[in-house]
């Protein structure tokens, strides 16, 4: 048995949910002693979030590929500030605010082409390989994004 949340004991391998998860709309899961996670987020399956809350704010500092070049950039909503970017890639997320994008401008400074785009060398694409690791940028914001509710308590 594995253990993908503190306290939740996994009993299967990950299959498909009853229905879509209502926090981020993922189909597969696992089930749990508690019932049904979603594999993306983590969301116990039937839980909604409290309508009467405000969505929790997430910052993450974005990757975009645009040809040969990477912008960094930050946002507290990721797609609707993608949507509006001409970009060929989301390369990575990571969370972070203003501060954490002015250390990743700041680290690649020799690379910066203007503003926030920056030529995609090597050492640029190989720390934002890490980054990402194996997990889609999406389904890693997901999961923040289920981290936070869960914090509300």
């Known amino acids: 048995m594995t253990s993908a ?4 004991v996994m009993r299967e391998a990950p299959g498909a ?3 879509p998860c209502l926090l981020c ?6 089930r749990a002693d508690d019932g049904w996670r979603c594999a993306v987020c983590l969301w116990r399956y039937g839980d ?18 645009f040809d040969a070049r990477v912008k960094i950039g930050t946002s507290a909503r990721p797609r609707q500030r993608l949507a509006a970017i001409r970009h060929d890639e989301l390369l990575a997320f990571e969370p972070g605010d203003r501060a954490r994008e002015r250390e990743r401008h700041i680290r690649f ?3 910066r082409e203007g503003g926030e785009w920056f030529r995609a060398d ?4 190989s720390f934002v390989a890490d980054l990402r690791g ?3 940028p999406w389904h890693a914001y997901a999961r923040w994004i289920g ?7």
Do not use: S
Request: aromatic share 6%.
């Open 48 to 65: 909604a979030p409290d309508a009467d809350l405000p969505p929790p704010r997430v910052d993450v500092v974005y990757y975009l590929r």
């Open 25 to 30: 709309g993922g189909t597969r899961g696992t």
């Open 17 to 19: 949910m009853p229905g």
């Open 5 to 8: 949340t503190p306290g939740r």
């Open 147 to 153: 981290d936070a509710y869960r914090a509300r308590g």
């Open 122 to 125: 090597r050492d640029l694409l």
């Open 109 to 111: 400074a020799a690379l």
């Open 134 to 136: 194996d997990t889609d």
